[in-house]
């Protein structure tokens, strides 16, 4: 079993900057980031294996969204720059034994709302 636990979301302006951090505890896995806008359908965001050799970025946040792990402190992170209203949603971590990016993840956080102002 693998519980996660998010933490790092905030209101902001447009073109700032945010952390999300997302703590796991039970068995290491790769983990995901993926975010729910009000009305909208959750979506992949990043994903990162277990050991922190490969990332992957959804198409809209490259550039300026960077996944991360530090698998000494069994946390995961995602950190937003150059943030944009469209980017407000609510953020969930996620876990799964292998690299996912299609949303079928095996455990999840509760998730962390990020509010993007213009």
């Known amino acids: 079993q693998v519980q996660l636990v998010e933490s790092g979301g905030g209101s902001v302006q447009a073109g700032d900057s945010l952390r999300l951090s997302c703590t796991a505890s039970?068995?290491?896995?790769?983990m995901g980031w993926f975010r729910q806008a009000p009305g909208k359908e959750r979506e992949f965001v990043a994903a990162?294996?277990?050991?922190?050799?490969?990332?992957y970025h959804a198409d809209s946040v490259k550039g300026r969204f960077t996944i991360s792990r530090d698998n000494a402190k069994n946390s995961m992170y995602l950190q937003m720059n150059i943030l944009k209203p469209e980017d407000t949603a609510v953020y969930y971590c996620a876990a799964n034994p292998t690299v996912r990016v299609n949303g079928g993840m095996a455990y999840w956080g509760k998730g962390t709302l990020v509010t993007v102002s213009s």
């Open positions: 990162i294996n277990w050991s922190g050799t490969f990332t």
């Open positions: 039970g068995r290491s896995y790769a």
